[in-house]
C-alpha cells in the first residue's frame, strides 16, 4: 500500500509540473509565489565580456560569440535586462570591430530569433546596428546589413519606428540604382499609417515620398489611393506648410498626367490659400503665380456646379480685384461668369497659354490643354444661347458663335451628353431646340391641373349667372 501511494504521489507531482509548464513557468527561471524573480548577473556579465574580449584579440570571434550567448540565456532568463542589452550589444560590437559584417548579420539575427526575447535587447541592437550603416565599407555591405535590420525588426512594434527609417533608406539605395520598382515595393510595404510610434509629421512626410515614387513609377492607381490616405485637415496646419506644399505638388503631376482640369485648379488654389505663398511675391512660386494658374485651369474645367460656384469665388477674391497686374485675369474671370458671348480667341488669350505653358511642362498634355480653351469657349457660348433661345436654326447659331455646322452640332452632342444642356436638333428642318423635354407624368400633371383650373371657371361663372338670375328675378 505504501508503494502504492508513493506512486500516486510520484504522479501527481509529474502531473503538477506539467501544468506548471502549461502555465508558462520555466523550470530556468526563478519563480516566488507565481511571480517571476529578477537576477543580478553583473559580476558574471563583466567577467565574461573581459573573457569575450581576450578571446577576439586571439582571433577567435566564434568562441567569444558563443560564450557571450551562454551569458545572454542566463540574463534573459533570469529578467536582468541591464546586463542582457549590455551583453547582446557587446556581441555585437565584437562582430563591429573585427570588420566581420557577415557575422555581425548572423549574430543579429541569433538575437532576435531568441525564445522570448526582450523587447530592450532587440531594440538596443537595431539602434546600433542603425548606427553603422555609414561606416560600412561598400553599398553591397550597406544592403545585407539594411535588409538584416529590416528582418530583425519585422512585426515588432517597438521598432516600427526604426523599421520605417530603415525601408526609406534601402528605398533610396533602389532609386539611386534606377531600381524604381523596387524602392516603391519596398516602400509601399510598410503601412505607416497605423504606426503609432510616429508622430503626424513623420507620417505625412512617409506617404508623401510613397506617393512619390508612385508617380515617378507611373502607377497612377496606386499614387491615387496613397493619396487618399493624407487627411488634408491636416496639412491645414501652420507647422505642416512645407508638406502641404509637397503633397499638392505632387498632386498636381498626377491630376496633369491624368488632364483633369478641375482638379488642376483646385490644386493651384489649395497653394495659392497657403500662408508661406501669399506672403511670397516670386514670379514662378508666388501667390500670383498660383492664382493665374487656378484660374486657368479653372477657365479649361468642364461646367458643374462646383466649377461655377468657384469661378465665381474667385471672381470676388480680394487680392485679385485688388492688384493692378492682373487686369487681364479679371477680364478672363468676368468674362466667363458674365452671360454674354465671347468672341474666341480671348483677349487675354496669349497670357493664357503662357500661364499653361509653365504650369504644364509636358508639350502634348499642353496642347491639349490649348485645344480645350476653344472648346470651353464654345460650350459656355452655347449655355448663353440656350438662355436666351428657346428655338433656333443651326446656321443661325454657327454664324453667332464663329464656327460651322459640324463643331456646332459636336460641341452640343458633348455637352447633352455630360448633362450640362437640354436640347434637340432637328436637322431636315434645321432646327435647335433647347425646349426641356416634357415627361409623361410632367403632361398628366399639367393636363389635370388645367382641368381643375378650367371647372373652377366654370363654377364661377355658373355662380354669377344665378347671381344676375337672382337680381333681376328672372
Not at 520605417?164 to 520598382?181: F, P, S, W, Y
Not at 496633369?256 to 511670397?280: G, M, N, R
Amino acid at each position: 500500500m505504501a508503494e502504492d501511494n508513493s506512486g500516486k504521489d510520484e504522479k501527481k507531482k509529474e502531473t503538477a509540473s506539467e501544468l506548471l509548464a502549461l502555465a508558462g513557468y520555466k523550470k530556468d527561471r526563478v519563480v516566488v509565489s507565481g511571480i517571476e524573480k529578477t537576477e543580478d548577473f553583473t559580476e558574471l556579465a563583466k567577467t565574461q565580456i573581459a573573457e569575450a574580449q581576450l578571446l577576439v584579440d586571439n582571433g577567435e570571434l566564434q568562441k567569444a560569440i558563443e560564450l557571450l550567448l551562454s551569458l545572454e540565456k542566463k540574463c534573459r532568463l533570469g529578467l536582468d535586462i541591464a546586463n542582457l542589452k549590455q551583453t547582446v550589444t557587446a556581441m555585437t560590437l565584437l562582430c563591429r570591430k573585427t570588420g566581420d559584417w557577415d557575422k555581425l548579420n548572423a549574430t543579429l539575427l541569433v538575437i532576435s530569433k531568441r525564445h522570448q526575447q526582450s523587447k530592450h535587447a532587440i531594440s538596443a541592437v537595431v539602434a546600433q546596428g542603425s548606427s553603422w550603416l555609414d561606416e560600412t565599407p561598400d553599398k553591397e555591405t550597406k544592403v545585407k546589413l539594411l535588409k538584416t535590420l529590416l528582418e530583425v525588426t519585422v512585426g515588432k512594434i517597438y521598432v516600427e519606428g526604426e523599421r520605417a527609417t530603415l525601408t526609406r533608406q534601402l528605398a533610396a539605395i533602389k532609386e539611386a540604382d534606377g531600381d524604381v520598382d523596387g524602392a516603391c515595393a519596398a516602400m509601399l510595404e510598410v503601412y505607416v499609417e497605423t504606426y503609432g510610434a510616429l508622430n503626424k509629421r513623420e507620417k505625412i512626410d512617409f506617404i508623401l515620398e510613397q506617393i512619390r515614387l508612385c508617380i515617378l513609377k507611373k502607377d497612377m492607381v496606386r499614387a491615387y489611393i496613397v493619396s487618399k490616405k493624407v487627411s488634408r485637415k491636416s496639412l491645414d496646419d501652420n507647422e505642416h506648410q512645407d508638406l502641404k506644399l509637397r503633397f499638392y505638388k505632387l498632386m498636381i503631376e498626377y491630376h496633369t498626367a491624368e488632364k483633369d482640369a478641375f482638379e488642376l485648379a483646385q490644386d493651384f488654389h489649395s497653394i495659392y490659400q497657403t500662408p508661406c505663398v501669399l506672403e511670397d511675391d516670386g514670379e514662378g512660386t508666388g501667390w500670383r503665380y498660383q492664382l493665374k494658374s487656378c484660374i486657368a485651369f479653372l477657365i479649361l474645367s468642364a461646367h458643374s456646379p462646383g466649377q461655377s460656384d468657384m469661378l465665381h469665388r474667385m471672381a470676388a477674391d480680394v487680392k485679385l480685384q485688388e492688384d493692378a497686374s492682373l487686369g487681364e485675369w479679371r477680364n478672363t474671370v468676368k468674362a466667363f461668369t458674365t452671360p454674354e458671348i465671347i468672341a474666341f480667341p480671348l483677349e487675354d488669350q496669349q497670357a493664357l497659354e503662357d500661364q499653361l505653358r509653365s504650369a504644364v511642362p509636358n508639350a502634348e498634355i499642353w496642347e491639349h490643354m490649348r485645344k480645350m480653351s476653344h472648346e470651353r469657349t464654345t460650350q459656355h457660348n452655347i449655355r448663353v444661347a440656350a438662355k436666351n433661345y428657346k428655338r433656333i436654326r443651326t446656321t443661325r447659331l454657327a454664324e453667332l458663335l464663329g464656327l460651322t455646322t459640324d463643331e456646332i452640332e459636336t460641341q452640343l452632342s458633348r455637352l447633352v451628353a455630360d448633362g450640362m444642356l437640354m436640347a434637340r436638333i432637328n436637322r431636315p428642318a434645321n432646327i435647335i431646340s433647347f425646349k426641356k423635354p416634357v415627361s409623361h407624368e410632367e403632361t398628366l400633371s399639367a393636363w389635370a391641373s388645367d382641368i381643375a383650373s378650367l371647372l373652377t371657371h366654370v363654377e364661377h361663372t355658373c355662380h354669377l349667372i344665378n347671381k344676375e338670375n337672382m337680381i333681376h328675378k328672372i
